[in-house]
Antibody
Framework: QVQLVESGGGLVKPGGSLRLSCAASGFTFSDYYMSWIRQTPGKGPEWVSY????????YYPDSVKGRFTISRDDAKNSLYLQMTSLRAEDTAVYYC?????????????WGQGTLVTVSS | QSVLTQPPSASGTPGQRVTISCSGS????????VSWYQQLPGAAPKFLMF???QRPSGVPDRFSGSKSGTSASLAISGLQSEDEADYYC???????????FGGGTKLTVL
């Protein structure tokens, strides 16, 4: 079965950096777009980034553009998110999510999430 | 403030049919398909609907989706206690050039 396991979250000071990892299993990782989506308590999820299969297409919203970098290692079935210049408003649970093949870009499987807290 | 507007809450009794709305604009719902997610307390969102009205395998047919113009709806019939959760709509926004989620609706089963 499809499994996505995030790691790397934690407490970091404003201006600091953090690297999130997502280990995928149960499907052919290289065939799928992958994404990072975050959520703060009581709010709707927010797309942070996605990367196409093979990696040529990458998306970031303005809120993280220039600070976050998504990457993937298909040989290791892994997805990464390098976060720099972190701000208090980046505090959230970060989910790794697979984008479905025939779902009009809707993520179909999500990991359990990793908490990132940006605070001094 | 989300670009997609959902009512913050909805409720129903067991067995009832409830509908959750998601209102957008021409640049998002009006031009793209809508998906829906269910989030139980403390859990990750679960994929519930895609392409407006398509259920992934394993989702009961009590759940149905529709879209008309710049609005979409998720209907749940035969309401059950385990349906108590937060529900989110999602789509692509052509103006923002990216995917977006609604603010969510908390469904209470009375």
């Amino acid at each position: 079965q499809v499994q996505l396991v995030e790691s790397g979250g934690g407490l970091v000071k404003p201006g600091g950096s953090l690297r999130l990892s997502c280990a995928a299993s149960g499907f052919t990782f290289s065939d799928y777009y992958m994404s990072w989506i975050r959520q703060t308590p009581g709010k709707g999820p927010e797309w942070v980034s996605y990367i196409s299969s093979g990696g040529p297409i990458i998306y970031y919203p303005d809120s993280v553009k220039g600070r976050f970098t998504i990457s993937r290692d298909d040989a290791k079935n892994s997805l990464y998110l390098q976060m720099t210049s972190l701000r208090a408003e980046d505090t959230a649970v970060y989910y790794c999510a697979r984008v479905g093949l025939h779902t009009s870009m809707a993520p179909d499987y999500w990991g359990q999430g990793t908490l990132v807290t940006v605070s001094s | 403030q989300s670009v997609l507007t959902q009512p913050p809450s909805a409720s129903g009794t067991p067995g009832q049919r409830v509908t959750i709305s998601c209102s957008g604009s021409h640049s998002n719902i009006g031009s793209n398909t809508v998906s829906w997610y269910q989030q139980l307390p403390g859990a990750a969102p679960k994929f519930l609907m895609f392409s407006n009205d398509q259920r992934p395998s394993g989702v009961p047919d009590r759940f149905s989706g529709s879209k008309s113009g710049t609005s979409a709806s998720l209907a749940i019939s035969g309401l059950q206690s385990e349906d108590e959760a937060d529900y989110y709509c999602a789509t692509w926004d052509d103006s923002l050039k990216g995917p977006i989620f609604g603010g969510g609706t908390k469904l209470t089963v009375l």
